[in-house]
């Protein structure tokens, strides 16, 4: 898959907002400042088209890029960022639930967890969710350039165990040296049956 085009289309709080759901949907879930939305703009090729920042809880609404005129990537509010307010957290909960549970064109979501730290009891709560509801997942593992190939192996390890996810659905991936991309946008293709 190539990626010709790429453009934002609109951010949301509530269902009322999405646009029309006429897309196969790919969402990206996981902590607060895991790379969601650097993963984005890496496999796009554009430098901000997805809105980052070294401080966590960068992104606080849905945010709807439209792909070569055909699919959606759609990037979520992080969970777990300790430094908002409860009651803020509680909001992105929902938002994020609401967006899940109600979208009826998401084809697979992407749950990003760290590749140098042990899954949080958090992103064991979200796999557990996305596999409960039978959601096609995929977990990747980012910031993969931050550490040593060889404790990389052992850390792919340690997040298949904790998630109990199959050795299919781990990906590693790094939004700094683009290790990964390939495997994640041919990934894009099998979903969108291409
Ligand atoms: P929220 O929007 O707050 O939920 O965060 P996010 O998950 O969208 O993270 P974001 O993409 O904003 O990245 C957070 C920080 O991590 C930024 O400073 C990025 O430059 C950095 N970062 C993201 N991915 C990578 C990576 O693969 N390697 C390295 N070295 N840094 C990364
Ligand atoms: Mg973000």
Redesign the pocket.
């Known amino acids: 898959m190539t990626v010709k085009r790429s453009e934002y289309v609109a951010s949301a709080v509530t269902p009322s907002q999405y646009p029309e759901a006429c897309y196969p949907e790919i969402a990206l879930v996981?902590r607060?400042?895991?790379?969601?939305?650097?993963l984005i703009n890496r496999l796009v090729n554009r430098r901000n088209l997805a809105r980052?920042?070294?401080q966590?809880?960068?992104?606080q609404t849905i945010n709807f890029y439209l792909i070569n005129a055909a699919w959606y990537f759609v990037d979520l509010?992080?969970y777990g960022f300790a430094r908002v307010s409860h009651n803020t957290r509680e909001h992105w909960r929902t938002m994020i639930e609401k967006y899940l549970s109600q979208r009826s064109t998401i084809q697979q979501v992407w749950q990003?967890v760290d590749l140098r730290h042990p899954p949080t009891e958090q992103d064991q709560q979200m796999v557990q969710w996305l596999s409960h509801y039978r959601f096609p997942k995929l977990i990747i593992a980012?910031?993969?350039?931050?550490i040593s190939k060889s404790q990389r192996v052992k850390n792919l390890g340690i997040i298949r165990n904790r998630l109990d996810v199959p050795e299919t659905e781990l990906i590693s991936?790094?939004?700094?040296s683009g290790e990964g991309k390939e495997k994640l946008l041919s990934e894009i293709e099998k979903i969108l049956g291409y």
Do not use: H, R, W, Y
Not at 32 to 38: A, C, R, Y
């Open positions: 996981g607060s400042n895991v790379g969601k939305s650097s980052t920042s070294s966590p809880g960068k992104t509010p992080g990003l980012t910031k993969a350039d931050k991936f790094s939004a700094e």
